[in-house]
């Protein structure tokens, strides 16, 4: 539902601004890109490596930067006229404190804020599986927009999932199926007294085709 936006226009802009992007330097582009975002593994393979499986949130962790973006003309335009509205009533009754004028533009800042950070937060989340490494991407905590990525070369020995613990996410996993995914490398160490796998690495919201394709990669059976 929200794989592709709807706004055409948005897209190319995108596609542009990418295009701009890829002409700088690699260098100057990989260093700002391994800072901010995960690794683009497209232009950094190693010799003989392929990749095989990406795994990103479920789609529900970016859904009101997809809406914002996708109408973003419409919130704007909303803004405008609602600026508008609020400036003529403000002539018609003096009384009328000019507080309320900026009241449309403070909820448009907020709400491109939220968009902004969902969006770039949900890019930071990822997991990519090569014929060679493991390379686990996730936002560096209290340091947005920073990100770290782990490269393993070693699989998973536990593939866990549990509900998240935050009660909204909870009810969009009820009605999808995601769960949160637990990463560890210590086999066999679970929290006491539960069956939750410890010490591990936690990647939230992850859709059941993601985890089972991840299960056929790290569970493969040798012929």
């Known amino acids: 539902m929200f794989n592709q936006p709807h706004n055409h226009t948005h897209s190319r802009t995108l596609q542009w601004l990418n295009r701009q992007w890829k002409r700088l330097p690699p260098s100057f582009r990989w260093n700002l890109e391994d800072t901010f975002q995960p690794e683009d593994i497209s232009e950094r393979l ?48 003096h009384r009328f404190s000019n507080f309320y004028i900026l009241i449309p533009g403070i909820l448009f800042i907020l709400m491109l804020a939220i968009a902004i950070r969902e969006r770039v937060e949900y890019n930071q989340w990822r997991i990519l599986k090569t014929n060679a490494r493991l390379i686990i991407s996730i936002p560096q905590h209290g340091a947005f927009p920073l990100v770290d990525n782990i490269e393993l070369k ?18 969009f996993q009820f009605f999808t199926g995601a769960r949160d995914l637990y990463l560890s490398l210590a ?37």
């Open 46 to 93: 190693l010799p003989y490596e392929e990749p095989q499986l990406e795994i990103r949130m479920a789609w529900y962790r970016d859904i009101f930067g997809h809406i914002f973006f996708d109408y973003f003309g419409w919130f704007l335009g909303t803004t405008v006229v609602a600026t508008a509205v609020l400036a003529y009533f403000s002539l018609l009754q």
């Open 154 to 171: 070693d699989l998973p020995k536990v593939i866990d999932t549990n509900w998240s613990p935050n009660p909204l996410w909870r009810v």
């Open 187 to 223: 086999a066999y160490k679970f929290v006491e007294g539960t069956a939750r796998v410890g010490d591990a690495l936690i990647i939230p919201d992850i859709m059941p085709q993601d985890v089972y394709e991840l299960r056929k990669l790290v569970f493969q059976v040798k012929k």
